[in-house]
């Protein structure tokens, strides 16, 4: 879960937040942190009745019929295509910070594609050896984040000539809003890690806890960090490496160079869980007829869906490629926050048709109303352009529909 969430976004989002509402970045990062809980909560109670593959897809697929689970299922597909392909990108301009040899477009293919592929390789061979890598690299990543917090909180009570004054400027409604939505990408990726819960061994109790357990440690992870930067660095938001050149004046050379590193271990695992759980979003929809059945191939030997894997990887290189961070990370949120809020709504339907959950909230219309209507408030401050792009999704998610809709399968087994 950790690592679903933590990519290499925090590594840029201090400077671009602090540019739009200063002092208050810490406190925006608490309210994000607050409102994210309250969606992931609703998810947590609607993913205690699953055992299956196919995380949020599946659900929407109980709750409201073929249709909405293709269409949450094409929003997933796009988000856990595009917010990888922009961090490959990244992965590729951050090494070629340390290795001269690598740069050049031609050369950052190259690493991608290398990249990419040995990642596909890994999970190919099974989802205990993908996960291992994943949990190897989220160690090293919070590790790495955490001593960056703890120096900067040391060195500014040893060093207090070192301290930034934080400015409380006053931001306007839309500065707000950019805000909140940059951290609906930075919290997001969470969901992702639900895919597998075919392949894990109790998810209906796991599930739940993990998903808020990791959400609280990633609230105080990302707070830290956008406290220590914007009381170290002057002038924050117009940084391009805030956590390195804050570290920079705290820890001198050495500690810019192990942030350098840092993002590179956080940008290859975040990339090593998305290849552990994004292609069974493809497997879960062929596996009810939903995409074409080569794609729920499971592979004789190691058990794991290959010919998704390897799809998957194959357009992640593709979109890398052809797309760069921003048009990626626009679209993994738009296709977010429509998810979000179909999974609220799924939370009550559910709740009708089958009774109480495994893990069942207190008070839950209260949490299933404002998750959705979070989401509602916050895909209106979308832009022509993301609007186009979850219409043409919505579009071909149709066109999904309407071809498959004469197979007779069952929507899914509901567990509890």
């Known amino acids: 879960m950790v690592n679903s969430i933590i990519g290499a976004g925090i590594?840029?989002?201090?400077?671009?937040?602090?540019?739009?509402?200063?002092?208050?970045?810490?406190?925006?990062?608490?309210?994000?942190?607050?409102?994210?809980?309250?969606?992931?909560?609703?998810?947590?109670?609607?993913?205690?009745?699953?055992?299956?593959t196919g995380g949020l897809y599946l659900y929407g697929r109980a709750a409201f019929g073929r249709f909405a689970g293709i269409l949450v299922g094409w929003m997933i597909w796009l988000t856990r295509i595009a917010a990888p392909a922009a961090a490959a990108n990244?992965?590729?301009?951050?090494?070629?910070?340390?290795?001269?040899?690598?740069?050049?477009?031609?050369?950052?293919?190259?690493?991608?594609?290398?990249?990419?592929g040995h990642l596909a390789i890994l999970n190919y061979l099974g989802v205990k050896t993908g996960k291992v890598v994943s949990n190897i690299f989220t160690v090293i990543k919070v590790g790495m984040l955490g001593a960056f917090i703890v120096s900067g909180m040391v060195a500014l009570q040893v060093?207090?000539?070192?301290?930034?004054?934080?400015?409380?400027?006053?931001?306007?409604?839309?500065?707000?809003?950019?805000?909140?939505?940059?951290?609906?990408?930075?919290?997001?990726?969470?969901?992702?890690?639900?895919?597998?819960?075919?392949?894990?061994?109790?998810?209906r109790r796991d599930m739940p806890m993990a998903l808020l357990t990791a959400l609280v440690l990633q609230c105080f992870i990302y707070t830290g960090?956008?406290?220590?930067?914007?009381?170290?660095?002057?002038?924050a938001g117009g940084s391009t490496r805030p956590l390195a050149?804050?570290?920079?004046?705290?820890?001198?050379?050495?500690?810019?160079?192990?942030?350098?590193?840092?993002?590179?271990?956080?940008?290859?695992?975040?990339?090593?869980a998305n290849l552990l759980h994004s292609p069974r979003i493809a497997f879960a929809l062929a596996e009810r007829g939903d995409f074409p059945g080569w794609l729920a191939r499971i592979h004789p030997r190691f058990r794991t869906?290959?010919?998704?894997?390897?799809?998957?990887?194959?357009?992640?290189?593709?979109?890398?490629?052809?797309?760069?961070?921003?048009?990626?990370?626009?679209?993994?949120?738009?296709?977010r926050l429509v998810v979000y809020g179909a999974?609220?709504?799924?939370l009550p339907?559910?709740?009708?048709?089958?009774?109480?959950?495994?893990?069942?909230?207190?008070?839950?219309?209260?949490?299933?109303?404002t998750s959705f209507a979070l989401a509602l408030l916050l895909l209106t401050r979308m832009g022509p352009g993301e609007a186009i792009v979850v219409g043409g999704t919505t579009c071909i998610a149709l066109v999904n529909w309407r071809f498959v809709r004469r197979t007779d399968l069952s929507s899914g087994q509901i567990g509890g």
């Open 11 to 52: 590594f840029g989002l201090p400077a671009l937040l602090a540019a739009r509402v200063a002092g208050y970045t810490s406190l925006a990062s608490l309210l994000a942190g607050a409102g994210i809980l309250i969606v992931a909560a609703c998810i947590a109670e609607v993913s205690s009745r699953f055992e299956e």
């Open 90 to 116: 990244l992965f590729a301009v951050f090494a070629a910070q340390f290795f001269p040899a690598a740069q050049g477009r031609a050369r950052q293919i190259l690493v991608m594609g290398a990249l990419l």
């Open 159 to 203: 060093h207090p000539e070192l301290r930034v004054p934080l400015v409380f400027e006053s931001a306007s409604w839309k500065n707000w809003f950019e805000v909140l939505l940059l951290l609906v990408f930075a919290y997001g990726g969470f969901e992702g890690a639900l895919i597998v819960g075919g392949e894990s061994s109790d998810p």
């Open 225 to 235: 960090v956008f406290y220590v930067v914007l009381s170290t660095l002057p002038g």
């Open 245 to 272: 050149d804050a570290a920079q004046r705290f820890l001198g050379g050495w500690g810019a160079a192990a942030i350098g590193i840092a993002g590179l271990v956080s940008t290859y695992g975040y990339l090593s």
């Open 305 to 335: 869906p290959h010919v998704s894997i390897f799809l998957y990887a194959t357009l992640l290189f593709i979109f890398s490629v052809l797309g760069d961070f921003q048009w990626n990370a626009t679209l993994s949120a738009a296709s």
């Open 343 to 346: 999974v609220a709504l799924a």
């Open 349 to 369: 339907v559910l709740r009708g048709k089958y009774g109480r959950a495994p893990f069942s909230l207190r008070a839950a219309p209260v949490f299933w109303v």
